[in-house]
């Protein structure tokens, strides 16, 4: 542990303090509630070995991280349709996975999302479950180019009001009317004050506030459910695998907002905009990260890489326009004392040289097709790796295969520690014989000793 | 000039490109031999793609510019032949899956290389594969999948062509982001690849197998 004198100001203090702070509020949550000691022993050995993970040192054994979203409901029958409309069972449904399957770190239920906040707003970019795709399956985005490429100048000159009245505008239906406001920094001086309201007195403009204070109350009864689960599973023993969420900036540019197929011309018809884009959308995702892992005291930081994958782009596009903005997030991260989880699904074989640019000891990248053995030979002085359990496994193999799969990544990924046992996609089902095959294999035989 | 609109589209230079197709239009060249110049340019762009020169920005880049050379083109084209095609492939992403980028990569490769693709879209239900297997009576069937969920789509398609008696008829190739072996066994199709190249041999040695 880190010596803090009392003094120092949080500004004053070394990302290695903030993160020692963070690790501590981490150990010790406010207001919980353990059912037993027990479970007060399994909580803090949990953030532990986690620590010890990301630090590189070696744990008591190979953690277990059940990287799931709607797996909970779809392994014990219940319909994903279900948990995003009731919130009682979304809570009640993902504290009785752990109580069953017993991962050291789970997903929170809160990336769930819930159906009737969906409905009220009228989002146009996803199908959920019931609503433009089976009720038994997850939710699956529709692409479309939300943001034109004419539109790049505004996005670059206030990201804000760019989100707030044209991109907002056109992903929410109900939200339609906030097109038609005027800039809020407009607002400078008494005598634009009444012209400016004048907007807010029309139908439309007051159907998207409606809109948004309906999603508001909803969303105030589901997030009752969601932080009562939040609290009784801390108190059971288990610990919520992050707190904040962030992305590569190419990543939020090029997944919902423009587009992947947009993005994919514009790299070609206004790369200078694409980079201007992304290094403007850089310190909102730094805030972002840090204000999640802040408002739930636990300092990971998780984030769903995509367009950098293995074989989406030329390396030269992947120095160019995805990794700097990346790694500018990840390092200011890291200096306001939280923890990367960089979860780099697809393959991430060409891109493992640039990760040993990562701050050490700081951070930790979950693979999916990545050679693991090769990323612990290139990352293993640099940073944590975790992951390699493919989904065609978790849901077609049988748990003799998952056993041998858990072995094969301890015996290689885990050597000397450094490593945790994930998914290395996030997962909408499961199969009950090779998840328990997964999680008790690895608590058995990742044992350091 | 011809010369020129193949090495320029498949450089990608857009605006160059376009000029060039527009001239040729004014100068009376034949419409066809412009369409042909441009899918000689998409071939060398597959061959870019698979020797790992181009990626998946320059495959949608030229397919947008393949959109603007078709539009010039088509206005001052008769109903021309059809080039001779090597086969010809069913595609489509599986029931209750709405991804559909991969899959038209994969289409855009199975074109270039030149087979002729039937894109049935996305969240197609078996029925529909098998329909079209039997109006087309096409050799080859590529089944894309984005998620987990459809893992049981792509077995009960395969299940359903095979219900349908077409099994014998047709080489079943899956492909997409969390499919692998395992997937394969699984849902009891011929083959799998990890993307659009992968996809193009697959076809290939199927065509191949059948003729010898």
């Keep these: 542990m880190t010596a803090t004198t009392p003094e120092k100001t949080w500004a004053e203090l070394s990302p290695e303090e903030k993160r020692d702070a963070r690790f501590r509020t981490y150990l010790a949550p406010e207001g919980i509630e353990f059912a037993s000691p027990e479970a007060e022993e399994r ?36 319909l994903p349709h279900t948990i995003m409309y009731e919130p009682e069972v979304l809570a009640s449904t993902f504290k009785q996975f752990l109580v069953d399957y017993e991962p050291d770190y789970y997903f929170t239920p809160a990336i769930i999302g819930d159906g009737k906040v969906f409905e009220i707003l009228d989002i146009q970019q996803v199908a959920w479950p019931g609503h433009g795709v089976a009720k038994d399956s997850g939710y699956q985005y529709v692409e479309g180019e939300y943001m034109r490429a004419d539109e790049y100048h505004a996005l670059i000159d206030d990201p804000t009001d760019f989100w707030m009245r044209t991109y907002l505008p056109r992903v929410c239906g109900a939200l339609a009317g906030l097109a038609n406001i005027a800039p809020f920094t407009d607002l400078w001086e008494i005598v634009l004050v009444s012209g400016h309201m004048v907007t807010f007195g029309t139908p439309d403009v007051q159907k998207a506030l409606q809109a948004l204070m309906d999603a508001g109350t909803r969303a105030l009864t589901w997030i009752q459910h969601v932080g009562a689960f939040e609290a009784e599973a801390r108190g059971l023993g288990f610990v919520s695998a992050a707190g904040g969420i962030s992305k590569a900036p190419f ?32 310190p909102l995702a730094i805030k972002q990260g840090v204000t999640g892992a802040t408002a739930q005291a636990n300092p990971v930081v998780f984030m769903p890489l995509h367009k950098g994958a293995d074989g989406f782009m030329s390396d030269e596009q992947f120095r160019t326009f995805y990794w700097p903005s990346l790694k500018a997030v990840v390092v200011g991260l890291v200096n306001e004392g939280c923890v990367p989880c960089l979860f780099c699904e697809g393959g ?32 293993g002085d640099t940073v944590a790796i975790g992951g390699g359990i493919h989904p065609g496994l978790v849901l077609t193999g049988t748990a003799e295969q998952m056993r041998e799969r858990c072995k094969e990544l301890i015996d290689t990924a885990g050597r000397g520690g450094g490593y945790v046992m994930a998914f290395g996609t996030a997962m909408d089902e499961g199969n009950p014989e090779t998840v328990h095959a997964m999680i008790d294999f690895t608590k058995e035989y990742g044992v350091y000793r | 000039m011809e010369q020129d609109l193949v090495g320029t589209l498949a450089d990608l230079k857009e605006d160059e490109a376009l000029a060039i197709v527009r001239a040729r239009l004014e100068a009376g060249d034949d419409p066809m031999a412009i369409f042909e110049d441009a899918r000689r340019a998409m ?27 078709s539009a010039l083109v088509k206005p001052s084209l008769g109903a021309g032949g059809e080039a001779e095609r090597l086969g010809q492939v069913v595609l489509g ?65 395969v299940e359903a062509i095979e219900e349908a008696g077409l099994r014998e008829q047709v080489k079943i190739m899956i492909g997409g982001g969390p499919v692998d072996e395992q997937v394969r066994r699984y849902t009891g199709a011929d083959a799998w690849g990890k993307d659009a190249m992968e996809a193009v041999d697959l076809a290939k040695s199927f065509v191949e197998g059948v003729s010898s």
Excluded: W
Excluded at chain 1, 257 to 262: E, F, L, Y
Excluded at chain 1, 354 to 378: H, N, Q, W
Excluded at chain 2, 44 to 66: C, D, K, N, S, T
């Design chain 1, 251 to 282: 990543d939020i540019l090029a997944d919902t907002v423009r587009g992947t197929r947009g993005t994919m011309v514009d790299l070609h018809r206004r790369p200078e905009q694409v980079l201007e884009a992304v290094e403007r959308l850089t």
């Design chain 2, 43 to 69: 071939e060398v762009i597959g061959q870019r793609f698979a020797a790992a020169e181009y990626f998946i920005p320059e495959l949608v880049y030229a397919g947008e510019i393949m959109k603007e050379i």
């Design chain 1, 348 to 379: 991430y074989n060409s891109r493992l040289e640039y990760l040993t640019e990562l701050p050490k000891g700081s951070c930790y990248c979950i693979f999916d097709r990545t050679d693991m053995a090769r990323a612990k030979e290139v990352l």
């Design chain 2, 93 to 157: 992403t599986v029931a209750g899956d709405i991804h559909d980028i991969g899959k038209d990569i994969v289409g855009f490769m199975l074109d270039v290389n030149g087979f002729q693709v039937l894109d049935l879209g996305v969240d197609v239900q078996p029925e529909r594969f098998v329909d079209t297997v039997k109006e087309s009576g096409s050799t080859i069937v590529g089944l894309s999948a984005f998620l987990t969920i459809s893992f049981q789509s792509l077995k009960d398609t």
């Design chain 1, 43 to 78: 909580y803090r050995a949990g953030v532990t070995r986690f620590r010890d993970v990301i630090e590189l040192r070696t744990p008591d054994r190979v953690p277990v991280l059940i990287n799931a979203t709607f797996m909970p409901a779809k392994i014990s029958g219940v």
